[in-house]
């Protein structure tokens, strides 16, 4: 094996032990090992490096500089091991970092895309259930994505109202206390769950029509494709309203002013006087 890719192997092991998830940094990594191996290269140079960065003729500054950042921290790994080793300087890609402006969900909106699916088509009419289920979780707890995606049926304690979120930010758990209408909203779904899959394969409290966990890709298409359709997300553009807006809206109804929730939405957990937030 190729004695840089077999560091690379050493150098993902290592932030993996320390607890780094490093979803897409491999992939990226690897890729810059077979750069270097078509350029018969035995050591990292910066100008191989920016090379790298910028090879496709339509990438971005932006996504060069992150390329090259994944690239500088395995340089400085390799440093140590190999004094040819050149490190990448920050800045030498600056990127033009821009902010997106959150959207503020009305409650209105957030009406019509539940609405929208409970409308939603299912073989085993279970879909709409989920996601009219799933959306509603995040807009009233400001749970992430990933964190309602991996909840566990037992990790959702509906006879004290408590949901337990494994591995979130930072690798910690943390719990999340619920109101009763959000613990009766839980309760329906889960009945429904059943009904459709009475020996479920895999443990997740939200399952597919396939019986299978939600996919991070599947749920963001078909928000999109719901949003659309009640048109609160113009259709030539991707940028907004976001899912990851949702948890915006749990912490704008956390103001004094807007205590008390529709019956058909659930209350939030955040206007409960005996919540505590266990970060």
């Known amino acids: 094996m190729n004695s840089l890719r077999k560091t690379l192997q050493d150098y993902l092991a290592l932030r993996r032990g320390l607890d780094y998830k490093l979803h897409d940094y491999g992939v990226v990594l690897r890729g810059f090992v077979d750069f270097l191996e078509q350029e018969s290269a035995s050591h990292v140079t910066i100008d191989l490096a920016v090379r790298w960065a910028q090879k496709s003729s339509d990438i971005q500054l932006n996504q060069a500089a992150r390329r090259l950042t994944f690239v500088r921290g395995f340089a400085r790994y390799l440093s140590a091991i190999d004094s040819r080793t050149e490190v990448p300087p920050v800045g030498l890609l600056p990127r033009q970092f821009q902010r997106l402006t959150p959207h503020i969900y009305s409650e209105n909106e957030i009406h019509r895309l539940l609405e929208a699916a409970r409308k939603l088509t299912s073989s085993v009419a279970l879909r709409p259930w989920t996601y009219s289920t799933f959306l509603a979780l995040l807009a009233v707890t400001g749970m992430r994505l990933g964190e309602a995606i991996r909840l566990h049926r037992g990790d959702v304690d509906t ?11 930072f690798g910690k758990d943390r719990f999340v206390p619920i109101h009763s209408s959000t613990v009766q909203a839980l309760i329906r779904y889960a009945n429904q769950r059943n009904e459709a899959f009475p020996h479920p394969t895999y443990p997740h409290f939200f399952l597919s029509d396939r019986g299978k966990p939600l996919l991070h890709r599947m749920v963001h298409s078909t928000f999109v494709k719901l949003s659309h359709h009640i048109g609160i997300r113009d259709p030539s553009t991707n940028r907004s309203p976001r899912l990851h807006d949702l948890r915006h809206y749990a912490d704008y109804r956390t103001m004094p002013s807007w205590w008390g929730c529709p ?6 957990t955040r206007h409960s006087p005996e919540y505590v937030h266990k970060a």
Request: glycine share 6%; charged share 20%; proline share 0%.
């Open 263 to 268: 019956s058909d939405v659930f209350l939030l």
């Open 159 to 169: 006879q004290h109202g408590i949901l337990l979120i494994r591995q979130s930010k």
